[in-house]
């Protein structure tokens, strides 16, 4: 039985216990969630910072310092999402369970254990630069600021929060996106995994089914002269890692608008004056997995060289609050020479991934491109290589630029890295990484473009400048493939014609499937040719096919072909094993169809809905377009959950900059404010809206103003 099975076990036979004690929880309940009051320090901080609330609810936080702004930009983040925002921390510090009791809450305090969260962060917290420092620390005080403010919102036992708890948050949230939850699931699935055993499935994608695009276009390609960005992650629509749009102004300099996540300090992608970027997911190899050998002869050791080594041993008990008192649960923790280390099916799995002691510093590199003012100052932040993935696009009013980032292991030729690595080697190990400007780059091409759908970096642009495959070690695990999206771009942007801004707005919410991309390669063209209809449903489901244009647009065309798609793109794409047979998934369109909406006649925007609290509308759109849509089956109908989310479109001139943007619900995940919805009907129309940077245009479309803790008065 896992760990996690044995504390529920526990918890039935307590219950009789739990009730008894039910009274005395109550009122030391109450005592403990108490908040501590607004300190003086936080008082005066807060009259340093101004708070500029727009028609669409987008904070424009003003303060004096950088670390004012922080200060403001927690407090605005919080009034509309607080709660991911608690959780996120609680999260970080391995306490989730005195929060929320779950099995995933228990999951998540052991996880912080195995890896060493906490005492990662406090091993290299003051390798941060002074200014950083104290940049975190008021994010933390603006965020008590609001807890202090808010005392029936917060938990008292986890305020006030410290600068700390945001680095904790990167070296948390980071490995999930590499893979490593993947791996221990795979280690923890009991399955008796062989040394050479294929891992691409358990640890090349995490679980959510997450692209994103990113273009830029030079001067010499657009009809005004200028150079345009498009930043559009498809991120989910709801949860920890859902976008917020923010502006954060300082006196120091600090000017950012752009997206950024629950608990996170600065933007993540977006533009100042003189630049802008976006990432999109990439899939180095970056989490190793390794079979220890063992042997009982020797508890507690695994063979190693030419010896046994000690593994280390750590007990530190996770904490659950069961609802009536907090009950600690021992739980050890080994670690070994190659990391972490798992029990899995009677044997033992060591994890080791990439750059885990450098992801501390991955938000100062953030801070740092948020201050950078060209492109040199990009390429020195980046250089810190504290993020260790996603691919970056660049522009600013001269210059495109492309990098396949990623903090890639110097690895031994003679192995395979996609299998299970034996553990008893020192041949397996690896201590040092690729240099970055020794990765994969793409700088001001001839073509006038660069573009980045979570596709192969070696066909970043069309014609000379793309990287030679070639200079990479296979070990890299660097991809090869194209999506629909990366062949689409190339499609619209190779050439030499010039593109006007709204060409390029077009081509952002492009709807179409390439007629040599996946969708046409794998289901249009096999079912056309080769299936073989049994009855009258089956040919009429055929001829829709047929006579299908290729757009994800509201059509029964569209509808059969994405209905068919998803299960085959979720398992090739996403998940990264064969594909379910075609026959069967386009039989499986046909029966969900008729069993829903008894024919086969159905618009696409009929199937496929954005709900979202009372909202209720179609949703085009659909796997691996420019205009994603991703969504799961919910009574009878398709469930936008993921995708297009929020779209940052910038335009740079010489001494300007120009963004527009849209989110799909709204500024804010509080069902009963006015902008919890209010963009979807803008982002279902494919429109944008002008980010509002400069203060006098801001000041004339503004709803409000306030200091934080003003607005309570």
């Known amino acids: 039985m896992s760990s996690t099975g044995k504390i529920f076990k526990v918890l039935k036979y307590l219950v009789p216990v739990l009730l008894l004690a039910y009274g005395w929880y109550f009122v030391r309940k109450r005592v403990t969630r108490q908040i501590a009051p607004p300190t003086p320090a936080m008082v005066e901080q807060a009259k340093r910072v101004s708070i500029v609330r727009d028609e669409w609810g987008v904070p424009h936080i003003y303060g004096k310092t950088d670390a004012d702004a922080a200060f403001g930009l927690a407090y605005a983040h919080s009034q509309d999402d607080f709660k991911f925002i608690q959780g996120g921390m609680v999260a970080a510090r391995g306490q989730l369970a005195m929060l929320v009791l779950s099995k995933e809450a228990i999951i998540n305090d052991y996880y912080v254990r195995l890896f060493r969260i906490r005492e990662r962060a406090d091993e290299n917290y003051e390798k941060l630069s002074p200014e950083f420092r104290k940049l975190l ?75 994103s695009n990113s273009h830029a276009l030079a001067p010499s390609r657009t009809e005004d002269g200028s150079t345009y960005l498009n930043i559009n992650s498809h991120q989910p629509w709801e949860g920890p890692v859902a976008w917020y749009e923010a502006h954060i102004v300082s006196d120091e300099g600090w000017n950012m608008t752009g997206g950024t996540f629950p608990g996170a300090p600065t933007i993540l992608h977006g533009h100042n004056d003189f630049l802008g970027w976006a990432h999109t997911v990439n899939y180095p190899d970056l989490v190793d997995v390794y079979r220890l050998e063992t042997d009982k002869a020797h508890p507690g050791q695994y063979h190693f060289e030419n010896g046994w080594k000690e593994l280390i041993k750590r007990n530190d008990p996770i904490r659950i609050d069961t609802g009536f008192f907090v009950l600690p649960f021992p739980k050890e923790t080994l670690e070994s020479v190659h990391g972490p280390v798992l029990e899995g099916g009677g044997n033992l ?91 994969p780059i793409v700088e001001n ?30 070990t890299a695990g660097i991809e090869t493939r194209m999506t629909n999206r990366a062949i689409r771009s190339v499609e619209m942007l190779k050439g030499t014609a ?108 009929q199937v496929q809905r954005m709900r979202h609290g009372a909202l209720d509308m179609p949703l085009l759109g659909g796997p691996d377009v420019m205009n994603a849509a991703h969504s799961v089956e919910k009574d009878g109908h398709l469930i936008g959950t993921a995708g297009d989310s929020y779209v940052l479109v910038a335009r740079f001139r010489p001494g300007k900059v120009e963004s527009y943007s849209i989110h799909q619900f709204g500024n804010s995940t509080r069902p009963e404010s006015s902008h919890f919805n209010d963009q979807a009907p803008m982002f279902l129309s494919r429109l944008l809206k002008p980010t509002l940077r400069n203060r006098q245009e801001l000041n004339e479309r503004k709803v409000s103003e306030y200091h934080p803790g003003e607005e309570l008065r």
């Open 349 to 439: 799995y060591a994890v080791r991934v990439a750059g885990i002691d450098r992801m501390i510093f991955a938000a100062e590199q953030w801070y740092r491109m948020n201050k950078a003012k060209n492109l040199a100052e990009f390429k020195k932040a980046m250089s810190m290589q504290g993020l260790p993935m996603f691919n970056t696009v660049y522009a600013d009013a001269k210059n495109i630029f492309y990098i396949y980032n990623g903090l890639i292991p110097k690895r031994n030729p003679g192995l395979n890295y996609r299998t299970v690595l034996p553990g008893n080697t020192s041949a397996a190990l690896w201590d040092s990484y690729i240099p970055f400007n020794q990765l």
């Open 445 to 474: 091409p001839p073509s006038g473009f660069v573009q980045n759908c979570n596709s192969t970096p070696f066909q970043t642009t069309a014609g000379p400048g793309n990287p030679d495959p070639r200079k990479f070690s296979e």
């Open 137 to 211: 620390d008021s994010y933390a005080a603006g965020l008590s600021y609001y807890a202090a403010t808010h005392p029936e919102e917060a938990d008292g036992r986890f305020f006030p929060a410290e600068g700390k708890d945001l680095a904790r948050g990167f070296i948390h949230k980071i490995p999930l996106f590499v893979g490593a939850d993947a791996a221990m699931k795979k280690i923890a699935s009991g399955e008796d995994l062989k040394v050479g055993q294929p891992l691409d499935n358990a640890v090349a994608f995490n679980d959510v089914p997450i692209g």
């Open 498 to 605: 010039r593109l006007s801004f709204q060409d390029f707005l077009r081509m952002k919410w492009d709807r179409a499937y390439s007629k040599s991309g996946p969708m046409f390669n794998f289901v249009i063209h096999p079912l056309l040719s080769s299936f073989k209809p049994e009855n009258q449903d089956e040919e009429h489901a055929l001829a829709l096919i047929k006579g299908w244009n290729g757009m994800s647009d509201d059509s029964p065309g569209s509808t059969l072909a994405i209905l068919t798609y998803r299960p085959i793109w979720q398992a090739t794409d996403i998940e990264k094993r064969p594909a379910p047979d075609l026959n069967q998934s386009f039989r499986n369109a046909i029966a969900f169809l008729k069993k829903n909406f008894s024919k086969l006649d159905v618009p696409l925007g």
